[in-house]
C-alpha cells in the first residue's frame, strides 16, 4: 500500500472520535437531516444495501479465501480477512452497544443500535481486503488504481444506502467509514510487518 495510506488512517481515528463527540450537536443534526433529505427513497442507492448484507459478506470472503489458498496458499492473507472482517464486525457492535445511540424514527425500524453503521464500517473492510489482495497481485498500476476506485465507489454507495433507507443516520455512516478505516489499516500493517519478517527469514 502506498506510504500515505498509513497516516491516513490516524486522520480517520481522529474523525470518528470527533463525530463521536459531536453526533448530538445542532450542527451535526442539520447535516443528518440534510443528507436525509438529499437521498432519502433514492432507488438507486438503495439497491446497495444488498452488497453489505451479513450473508453476502460471508459469500465473498470465502471466495476470497478459496482465492488466497488457490493462488499462492496465503494463509496469513486469510488471517487478514479474518481480522479485518470477522473482529471489525465484532468491534462495530461493541461500539455500537458502547454507545447505544437509537435509529431513525421509521416503521418496521431495525432494533439493534445506530451508531456506527454495520453496513459502512464491516462493508467497507471486506470490500477494501478483496480490493487489498487483487491489487497485490496486479503488477499494472492502472489495474491496480482502478481496483482501488472501485472499492471506494462501492464503499461509499453502501454506506448511503443506509441513509436513503432511513437506517442510519449520515453520521452513523461516516463514523463507520472512518472507524472501518482505520481497523483496516491497523491490520495491513500487521500484515506488512509480518510479510517483511518473512521474507527475510528465507533470504
Known sequence: MRKWFYPLGLVTL????????????????????????LIYGNEFITLF??????????????ILFVYLWVRSKNYRGMLFGLFTVGVGNVLNQLLKKWVQRERPE????LESFSFPSGHA???????????YF???????KTIRVLIWIGAIILTIFTGLSRIAESRHYATDVFA?????????????LWYEYRK??????IR
Open 134 to 140: 487483487l491489487a497485490e497481485h496486479q503488477s499494472n
Open 196 to 201: 517483511s519478517i518473512f521474507k527475510k527469514n
Open 176 to 188: 463507520g467509514w472512518l472507524a472501518g478505516y482505520t481497523w483496516f489499516i491497523l491490520v495491513a
Open 106 to 109: 421509521i416503521p418496521n425500524q
Open 121 to 131: 464500517m464491516v462493508g467497507l473492510l471486506y470490500i477494501f481486503t478483496i480490493a
Open 14 to 37: 481522529l474523525g470518528f472520535a470527533a463525530i463521536y463527540i459531536s453526533f448530538t450537536s445542532e450542527e451535526m443534526v442539520q447535516l443528518d437531516r440534510k443528507m436525509s433529505e
Open 49 to 62: 444495501h444488498y452488497i453489505g448484507e451479513q450473508k453476502f459478506i460471508i459469500i465473498m470472503m470465502l
